[in-house]
């Protein structure tokens, strides 16, 4: 079965802002996050299944090298 990735506004706010802390960081720290996030991203659009289950229906995916968690529902 195949499943459509969708972004709420509200976290495509959250990457932009996160995307310009880097930046201000550091230009390659930037383009670092943004790379495994779409990594992480493609991930969870092919194997939905497989991040971690939470509570209720929302699952995550955690970024490696970075804090954060992708909190998404299928």
């Known amino acids: 079965m195949n499943y459509a990735l969708v972004v709420s506004e509200k976290a ?17 720290l ?10 992480s991203m ?6 939905p ?3 971690q289950y939470r ?3 929302v ?4 970024l490696k090298k970075f804090d954060i968690g992708i909190h998404y529902i299928i």
């Open 59 to 62: 699952r995550v995916k955690f």
């Open 30 to 39: 930037e383009k670092k996050f943004l790379h495994e996030l779409f990594n």
């Open 12 to 28: 495509k706010q959250q990457i932009v802002r996160m995307s310009w802390w880097f930046l201000e960081q550091a230009p390659s």
């Open 49 to 51: 299944f497989k991040c």
């Open 42 to 47: 493609e991930f969870m659009h092919n194997n």
């Open 55 to 57: 509570y209720k229906n």
